[in-house]
């Protein structure tokens, strides 16, 4: 009798469930919702809370629909027993935290703070602690924090601390009626067993937090400011398992919620960008992986813990156990293309699209893939969601450069795609400087999947080959490989990760071979780049951050 | 009864015929048609015959049969005879130049030059002669030519020596077929006259020719490539008359090609834009006159030559008798919005403007309007079309930086707008330092016709007041002008510019002043724009001219 387990992955927009079949890795169904309430960046639900700039929430009501919708879904679709499923992990858009009390009710359900906007998910790409990010770096710094080594030297505004530090600062109230701050993915858990369990991986990269050292002292803490003394004893309790490990089991309310049965068991949360490392078979050193959607991820094991500037994070055992886990990122790459086509594309191309009948991405696509390397005269930094890695940024903004009387939109998408281009391989580069050797990329995600157009500039552009991982549900199906671990051999799934991928991971045949003759000429563009870069994001002219700060103080 | 004038306006797009009361100045009719092959710029009109980037020409037949319209259209129009027209007079873009033989025919008239590029009309916007321009400069550089110094240090692609050099190297049995290389203006003059005279304003500003010294020396042609040394003797032969002579009368073909009687008195021709001087009053120095359309010309008058580096000229004489015409200029600016609306403007806002019943540029105008100075954290370089002043540089290119994903098509047209006005700002800035006072703006054209918007952003970042010109035809009422100072007082008209001023010049009574805060925040990105642009426009990074270098070789 076959056995499954079920993936639950939640990304910027929505969540998905994902049933796996648990000794071939076969993918029998899959289920997605969009969240009702998206992302709130301009007024909160009740319509009349203006947020301001920077600012991006999450409704935590909208993750509950989405288990209870898609969870059946995937069972029924597949004509699976919940009988039958031994495991399900949660993967989670990271740093995604909200205030919730010590019985798990998120502070925003309190009527009393359904108007305060501090209340709610702060998103990961909620950049409105950016002044937070910067006290911390400079405080650490000046002490001489060893935990800022591991982060690239900087800590990202996105991250878990300044978010806090934000809520504590403009609402108090919120700060003072909060149990717990919690990662989305943790909070979702524990509605499903009843018990909070913090995931080491999130912790790791988003709560300045390592197995050896725990997190920043309570006196660096109180150096920050006097009211964040305790902050981790008073709202970062909680025990932190890595992953991999068994978080707990579905508990009655949350066979209620999901239509799981209770007593099914269930995986520490993990961040939804980490959890396609073993999902695309990586298990060992030297090969990287990108996740490529809204934004990129990129994931790499190592033997030690060296130290890289403008990375993410290195995280002991925050991907695989055993391995030092290395992150670096770019917070816009699927979100430019978007931004493009609802902002700067012509009534006439969409009509032409339409008549053709094809999606607009694909009409810019297919006249942009007729033009040859540079024969635009364009070049643009891909920094219209700040930088992440190499600069951890989040001040700088988009830059586009060339423009003549004759540009073209395509032209325009096709820079904006090289730009993201480049900038992974800034990244690559800065690894290998770093001493972090990389043989071979695998791209998941998205992105990796349907766009070979842009698969082959980033194989141009980074000059490697480029596999795709197998999975069109690549993290779902991490999750689905957690769960079966969660379950253990003796619950019908796997005792180590390496095991269950050997039966579960997936890489495509597809490999992405760079043309020679259009790598040498992105090289030349890619100098240009890596010019442009330094000297808008390496102080020389701080003009981005500068504008940034009189838009701010226009608008507020 | 009453005497009349005809000016005759060509522009990038269209010509057009004014008729004019020579007595009140009164407008009485309008003729414009739009130029049957536009500018050229991507084929011949043989369709089949490809240009190369930067190329822009136009078909003389297509002057011709704008005469042949508009004129019969004014007369009949305002129900006036040709016997009561006194005197005519054209302005034409420059350098806008063809080569013809002896008998003034044009050589693409003639079926063995039909496919030959280098036979047509090159337009002042024909940018392919950047090379020559280049090896002008260094050469009279080396030589210390004392006539660079008039051009502010540099002679720019788009003149009459560089374009003829193009048309030496890439075709010489067109160069050597050419009886004459003339500006249009001349050409179209000599069509009513049947006399070849060269008008002193653009040989002056566009040709490196002045009263004082002549043109270049054979030495100097010589050294240049020893084809050139008698170019001047070859090739620009004929008299050279002051702005505001006589050319002659109109001939017996002119009379048939134009519907004017033969005799009418014919004025020498001018530049479009310097033509508008005296037609808004502007008479004597410290008022600025700006020509705002597809690209912006700034005029001014002064008592004594002085040498201001990247200013387009000084020519004696070259806009009003006995004092020194100052011009600098922008070579986009109408052409930028235009391509905005063409290539980045998005369905939904062409389907709203639609929907209210408005023009495309009023409805992002009234949008872009609501943003305050600063809110859309967004500077550009409005170098779409090179800088002509104060950089002359064809091979500058536009750059836009400081977008999110928040960014809207309307901030980014704005941007557009305030880069634009950055740039005038800069020219009057680099007068000022130049010993040139300005105490006056008056703007004509298009755009300060209609565009309150965009005038009042020029006030406020220039921090001066604004007034505008009183005919919506300023060029055109300029030709007239000058067609009426043609005639002569004996034959109806009059004997000098300032006394056809008096009668025929207007100003409206509209004029924008600065608001004062506006003004102190536009100081603050101004300080930016002047940074970016010299960075980008002054050596510190020519990546501007290596990517249009890397396009053109991808492109050949």
Same mark, same amino acid.
């Given at each position: ?306 130290? +890289? ?6 995280? /002991?055992? &925050? =991907?695989? %156990? ?6 670096? #990122? ?126 082959? +500039? ?6 490697? /080959?480029? &596999? =795709?991982? %197998? ?6 199906? #991490? ?78």
């Amino acid at each position: 009798m076959a056995k499954y387990s079920i993936g639950l992955d939640f990304g910027t927009l929505s969540g998905r469930a994902l049933l796996v079949d648990v000794s071939t890795g076969r993918e029998l169904s899959t289920a997605v919702m969009e969240y009702p309430h998206a992302v709130m960046d301009e007024y909160l639900p009740d319509g009349v809370t203006r947020l301001a700039p920077d600012w991006a929430l999450q409704h935590p009501k909208d993750y509950l629909e989405v288990v209870s919708r898609v969870v059946p879904e995937v069972l029924k679709d597949a004509g699976v027993s919940a009988a039958d499923v031994v495991g399900v992990s949660i993967d989670f858009t990271a740093c995604t935290v909200l205030p919730i009390l010590a019985d798990g009710t998120p502070l925003c359900f309190l009527p009393e703070f359904a108007h305060n906007p501090n209340a709610y998910v702060k998103l990961w790409k909620h950049h409105a602690a950016q002044d937070k990010a910067e006290r911390i770096n400079r405080l650490a710094e000046e002490r001489g924090e060893k935990w800022l080594a591991r982060y690239g030297g900087k800590v990202s505004s996105e991250w878990m601390l300044p978010k806090i530090w934000q809520t504590l600062d403009e609402a108090p109230e919120v700060y003072a009626k909060a149990a717990h701050f919690v990662e989305a993915g943790d909070w979702l858990t524990m509605q499903l067993t009843g018990r909070l369990v913090r995931n080491a991986c999130a912790t790791g990269y988003k709560a300045i937090w390592s197995k050896k050292d725990g997190f920043p002292t309570s006196d660096f803490c109180r150096a920050l400011d006097p009211r964040l003394e305790h902050v981790v004893e008073e709202k970062l309790s909680g025990p932190i398992l890595a992953v991999g490990d068994r978080a707990g089991e579905i508990s009655e309310s949350g066979a209620a919620l999901s239509g799981l049965r209770a007593g099914t068991a269930v995986g520490v949360a993990t961040v939804d960008a980490h959890v396609a490392v073993p999902a695309a078979g990586i298990t060992t050193p030297g090969t990287m992986l990108i996740i490529m959607g809204t934004s990129s991820c990129h994931m790499l094991l190592g033997d030690k813990e060296v130290i +890289i500037p403008g990375i993410c994070g290195v995280v /002991e055992d &925050g =991907i695989i %156990g055993g391995y030092m886990g290395f992150e670096a #990122g770019q917070s816009c790459v699927g979100d430019h293309f978007d931004w493009f086509v609802k902002n700067c594309v012509p009534a006439a191309y969409a009509e032409a699209a339409k008549a053709e009948g094809i999606n607009i991405h694909k009409y810019l696509r297919e006249r942009a893939k007729k033009l040859a390397v540079g024969e635009s005269g364009l070049i643009a930094l891909d920094w219209w969601n700040g930088n992440r890695s190499v600069l951890v940024d989040v001040d700088l903004t988009g830059m586009i450069l060339g423009m003549t009387l004759t540009t073209k939109p395509e032209e325009i998408y096709r820079a904006l795609i090289e730009a993201t281009a480049f900038g992974t391989r800034k990244i690559i580069e800065n690894f290998e400087q770093g001493g972090v050797r990389i043989e071979r990329i695998i791209a998941a995600g998205g992105i990796a999947e349907k766009d070979e157009f842009m698969m082959q +500039i980033y194989a141009d552009v980074c000059n490697r /080959e480029i &596999g =795709i991982s %197998g999975s069109p549900q690549a993290c779902a199906l #991490g999750s689905a490989m957690f769960g079966a671990l969660a379950a253990g051999k003796a619950g019908g799934g796997y005792d180590s990760i390496t095991e269950a991928a050997e039966h579960m991971a997936k890489v495509k045949d597809v490999v992405y071979k760079p043309n020679a003759d259009n790598a040498a000429a992105y090289d030349e563009l890619y100098a240009e780049y890596v010019q442009l870069h330094d000297y808008f994001g390496r102080g020389a002219n701080d003009v981005m951050k500068r504008l940034k700060a009189i838009r701010k103080k226009v608008r507020s």
